[in-house]
């Protein structure tokens, strides 16, 4: 009989786990928490992405956790490996918040949490997956916990009830 273990994942990582396991991430605040999983099988996977593009970065090899354009896919792709069926994903989404106030100086550029959210989902459009349920933007950052058993993502939100989507 195996116990079910709660996988923690960080900034800018991914992982999967499969039924009974749980995958969780805390300090989402403007970076989304990105879950694909495959209900029937019982396995899902959770990036922690950061920005919305990997032309954001600064040379070298590109992390593709950190990045929304490069995140979703290489997610599907891990989730493919572990028995997900490409025609039966979903995907819920957390974060996206915008924590700071910023005058019209640097306009766009400053909406980061906007920008990932939307990014995530161009995707996961783009891959033929749905978002089935989101709890996206605001201004507080937020802890989520993702159930591959039950399909339930869990989040945690400061000064609020925990929220199940």
Do not use: W
């Amino acid at each position: 009989m195996s116990t079910a273990q709660a996988v923690k994942i960080g900034i800018a990582e991914m992982e999967v786990v499969i039924a009974p396991n749980v995958i969780r991430t805390c300090g989402l605040g403007s970076c989304v928490g990105v879950v694909i999983y495959d209900a029937g099988k019982a396995v899902a996977g959770m990036a922690h992405v950061m920005l919305p593009h990997s032309s954001m970065a600064r040379g070298g090899v590109i992390n593709a956790a950190k990045y929304a354009d490069t995140a979703v896919e290489a997610l599907v792709q891990l989730v493919i490996a572990a028995g997900g069926r490409k025609g039966m994903l979903k995907a819920k989404l957390a974060g996206g918040a915008q924590m700071f106030s910023f005058s019209t100086v640097g306009g766009d550029m400053m909406r980061i949490g906007a920008r990932n959210v939307e990014e995530v989902k161009k995707q996961l459009e783009r891959l033929h997956i749905p978002v089935v349920a989101e709890d996206v933007g605001g201004h507080s950052g937020r802890t989520i916990e993702f159930n591959p058993q039950t399909g339930v993502l869990s989040i945690r939100t400061a000064a609020q009830e925990i929220k199940e989507i």
